[in-house]
């Protein structure tokens, strides 16, 4: 769907552990590779990666700022984008990063390491009408007045300084049922509001499309609802201006080999657009 051409400038903003920027590398030899993550530890395992080519910078910022980015390297305009809106196997499987329910972690979250704000800070210092809002806003988690309550209540005891401990409340709070694990809403509605995700991806799209040459194009990977609606209604709206033709009237989502070949690729959605 990017379509890379050898001679092409190319914005893998979300880069990762490199995955997506090896793959453009090796099929459009000779490109430009400029890659993006607020991450400096991806940042320095991809370089490892991809020494091997050239024409490659790699820059740690955050992926709304790939304008700015962009043009401190020395360049006005690309011929396309590819942007991975889901968490980094870095992130979930790294000791200490408190991305997972599943690990007895510090409470942390933050997918750029020197920002203030962090998970432990969230769950213990935002009122409860705040936290109901921010897992209803960004969980979609029907029982989230239950949940902060829970919160609020058990920190009252002591703070509440680990994962573990956190997804015992949620638990204890609302019960389980079926396979998906009761703290998993709450847990993405609370890496959200750390890392500000939903308005970096909305600034994300606006800023990447001025970037574009004419035929360039915007691949974007969304992993929830939440996040598919802003790509859908970006879209939407660039094309209603008439700045873009939208390439997938319906996103294209991995078929059951795909699944099985890599079951974190079950929930994406993959929506692309062509700079006019």
């Known amino acids: 769907m990017l379509q890379p051409q050898h001679d092409g400038i190319y914005i893998d903003a979300t880069v990762g ?53 962009v043009n401190n390297l ?9 942007l991975d809106a ?8 790294s000791e200490g990063r408190g991305f997972s329910f599943l690990k007895d972690e ?10 203030k704000l962090t998970a432990q800070e969230v769950v213990n210092k935002y009122s409860e009408k705040d936290l109901a809002s921010i897992i209803w806003k960004y969980g979609e988690e029907r029982f989230s007045r239950k949940i902060a309550r829970a919160i609020v ?19 204890k709070s609302i019960g389980r049922k079926g396979r998906i694990h009761p703290a998993t809403r709450a847990f993405q509605a609370i890496r959200i509001e750390v890392n500000k995700e939903l308005e970096e991806l909305s600034k994300a799209v606006e800023s990447g499309v001025e970037l574009l040459h004419t035929g360039g194009r915007f691949c974007v990977l969304s992993y929830h609802s939440l996040e598919d609606r802003i790509v859908k209604n970006a879209f939407k709206n660039l094309a209603k201006n008439g700045l873009f033709n939208i390439i997938t009237k319906k996103p294209l989502v991995p078929g059951r080999e795909e699944q099985k070949l890599n079951p974190s690729s079950r929930s994406a959605k993959l929506r692309v657009g062509e700079r006019i």
């Open 153 to 171: 209540y058990a920190r009252k005891i002591k703070p509440i300084t680990s994962c573990k401990e956190l997804a015992e409340i949620i638990e």
């Open 17 to 69: 552990l490199g995955g997506h920027a090896e793959e453009i590398l090796q099929y459009a030899h000779g490109c430009t590779l400029i890659g993006i993550d607020r991450d400096e530890k991806a940042i320095e395992l991809t370089r490892e990666r991809l020494n091997k080519y050239g024409n490659v910078h790699l820059v740690k910022d955050n992926f709304s700022n790939m304008k700015t980015v």
């Open 106 to 115: 510090p409470l942390d979250m933050r997918m750029n390491q020197s920002q």
């Open 74 to 82: 020395g360049f006005n305009k690309v011929d396309g984008i590819i």
């Open 86 to 93: 889901g968490v980094s196997t870095l992130h979930l499987k």
